[in-house]
């Protein structure tokens, strides 16, 4: 069984950093993609930032140039650096995978900006 454990969330004030890590129990090097969402209460789950397979990067204009996305084949894990941290950045955040053995989802962990 894949299983994906995100850590790094946390209370963080505006303007601070966290990095979010996303642990696989597989190699993420097999991995076709890998997506960073978050949903905050009362609103939609949202993409925040996908890395492909060629370690292509994508993110939501909200998030660009604050936050980046990488990917240690080594470790079998996919962070999510988060700058800048905005309350709008409230959210709780899951890693997605697109996986050979399917689609996956982490449990998620949650992140709040407040000073």
């Known amino acids: 069984q894949v299983q994906l454990v995100e850590s790094g969330g946390g209370l963080v004030q505006p303007g601070g950093s966290l990095t979010l890590s996303c642990a696989a129990s597989r190699r993420v090097g097999n991995f076709l993609g890998v997506t960073w969402y978050r949903q905050a209460p009362g609103k939609q789950r949202e993409l925040v930032a996908s890395?492909?397979?060629?370690?292509?990067?994508n993110f939501a204009d909200s998030v660009k140039d604050r936050f980046t996305i990488s990917r240690d084949n080594a470790r079998n894990t996919i962070y999510l650096r988060m700058n800048n941290l905005k309350p709008e950045d409230t959210a709780r955040y899951y890693c997605?995978?697109?996986?050979?053995?399917?689609?996956?989802w982490g449990q998620g962990t949650q992140v709040t900006v407040a000073s």
């Open positions: 997605n995978a697109t996986t050979p053995w399917g689609n996956l």
């Open positions: 890395i492909s397979i060629r370690g292509s990067p």
